[in-house]
């Protein structure tokens, strides 16, 4: 069946942290922001997809309306892996990374959530099938910088249910905060978004053994700098973890091959959406390395990661910011409960967006691209 539009909607949702966060590099989260894309089909069908997102979204937004909507119109919705591919080759020449991939990555989950819909049944189902219908999550903590908030918001998440937290502190002191505020039991990781050298990677590590880190994410500056990270792995006691800022399969396929990582972590809606994180759940199977993927936000992007997770073989936990809403599109489908996130039953990635809020959050114009 072909593709008969695209449509764009830019939604600005008002959330809670629990105390004032610190920017972290050019990323500011006034407000948590979505690109959320619906696809519809000749027949009717509409399916659901996000392009990543946050600050990034007017860029990956004027990339999906300019040229990458308008080539995807009047193609099969049904050939998914030939227009992941066609698609790729087509816009590799403006950027293999970046707002392009990521609005190709929202295309390719709309059609995946419409392929699903077509068969009646949840996405996961169309991935193999899931074993599960909860998976455990953990509470991914933006950076507050302060010691005491960071202890106080962690005991919070103990009490909420969470037995994982993710920190994105770059202070030391905040790090032995957290560990000393929950004890050893509970799993606590430290993502510092590539702040360091080689060389400050290997000291900082160091200096945070004693918080007994469950990984260490994204040490080294720049990202690319695989056979860098490499050196900090092999120095460390660590484990380390990256793969957000791939530029998808080849880019995971160095990293492994470096012996770069013990956990890679793609985003579907950066890296190309599901059909090339199918691609790296393989490679890194092949390669014996774990797959948590990483899922900052709360769109069809959250869902589709979900169905992803459900899906695997092995037990993985989702990623789950730590952020309330008093309302949002997607309402509480997200939420956890005891650390735990329901996996969604419904046709397609199981859950809809209420449209009512969709336009009480929405900034700007929808786009329609025929
Ligand atoms: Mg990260």
Redesign the pocket.
């Known amino acids: 069946m072909k593709i008969a539009s695209i449509r764009t909607h830019y939604v600005r949702v008002p959330f809670d942290m629990g105390a004032p966060l610190k920017d972290m590099g050019g990323i500011k989260f006034p407000t948590m922001d979505h690109l959320l894309i619906e696809l519809r089909t000749e027949d009717g069908l509409v399916g659901w997809g996000e392009g990543f997102g946050h600050n990034a979204i007017p860029a990956t937004k004027a990339a999906l309306e300019c040229f990458v909507a308008p080539w995807f119109i009047g193609k099969d919705a049904g050939a998914i892996n030939a227009l992941h591919r066609e698609a790729a080759q087509a816009f590799h020449i403006l950027g293999r990374n970046g707002p392009v991939v990521y609005a190709l990555s929202g295309v390719d989950i709309a059609l995946w959530d419409i392929a699903a819909k077509r068969a009646g049944v949840p996405l996961h189902r169309l991935l193999g099938g899931a074993r599960r219908d909860h998976l455990a999550a953990y509470a991914s903590l933006l950076r507050y910088g302060d010691p005491q908030t960071v202890a106080r918001i962690c005991k919070k998440c103990v009490e909420e249910g969470y037995r994982a937290i993710k920190l994105?502190e770059i202070d030391v002191a905040a790090v032995l905060a957290a560990r000393e505020a929950v004890g050893p039991e509970i799993a606590i990781a430290n993502?510092v978004?590539c702040p360091w050298s080689v060389a400050e990677a290997i000291e900082q590590e160091r200096a945070l053994r004693p918080a007994a880190l469950a990984w260490l994410?994204?040490p080294v500056f720049p990202p690319e700098d695989h056979k860098g990270l490499a050196h900090v792995r092999a120095r460390g006691s660590t484990r380390i973890a990256a793969g957000?800022n791939a530029a998808g399969l080849h880019d995971f396929r160095d990293m492994f091959e470096r012996g770069a990582i013990d956990i890679a972590?793609p985003s579907v809606t950066k890296i190309g959406g599901v059909t090339e994180m199918l691609k790296i759940i393989a490679l890194a199977e092949a390669h014996s390395v774990e797959l948590l993927p990483?899922c900052?936000y709360f769109g069809p992007g959250n869902l589709a990661s979900i169905h992803i997770a459900a899906s695997l073989a092995k037990d993985t936990m989702l990623e789950r910011l730590y952020a309330a809403f008093a309302e949002s599109p997607y309402g509480k489908s997200m939420d956890a409960h005891e650390g735990r996130i329901a996996v969604p039953q419904g046709p397609g990635l199981g859950i809809e967006p209420d449209m009512a809020l969709v336009e009480k959050f929405r900034w700007g114009d929808p786009a329609d691209i025929t």
């Open positions: 994105h993502d978004n994410e994204e957000e972590q990483h900052a």
